[in-house]
């Protein structure tokens, strides 16, 4: 890993976009509600541009959204680094015997629970054995992706238990 000196004191977090500005790029600003935050330009403006009691944002384009107050944001629970490692492992795991290439979305057709949790249970002592400093079957990226694999597949069993059949797919 790459070391740099960079002063992180001249450096502030955006309180709304989350991004990091410059010493010359940030603003410490008190709003309508009282809260003190720190903005970046573009959120500065954007907050100028918002109007008392308007849930709505303008850009200065002349676009109008509204806010994205209580909506999830899987872009910011995501990782496109962890999101890339994962599907290289799915990619590896697709070819079955007699070098046949299964579908992507193959694994959706279900497993039953026992034998996600099985594997999950190999796949995190792989990773517990990592952890600790001990050599696992196929190292600590197959042993994160297995488990994650099949946390998904299991969580995917019970969100279709839950919608009882009327969101899922036939």
Sequence with gaps: MKKTNLDVTNYHLCDHCQETTDATTYHDVQLANGERVTLCNACLHEEAERQP?????????????????????P????????IKAFSEYMHKHRTLPGGTLRDSDNWQKGFPRDVLMKSAWRHFLDLWMEHRGFQSREGIDD???GLMFNIQAYWLEVVKERLNGSCVKK
């Design 53 to 73: 009691g308007d849930d709505l944002r303008r850009f200065e384009t002349g676009a109008i959204r509204d806010t994205e107050q209580g909506k999830i944001d």
């Design 75 to 82: 872009e910011g629970f995501l990782h496109p680094l962890v």
């Design 143 to 145: 042993a994160l992706a």
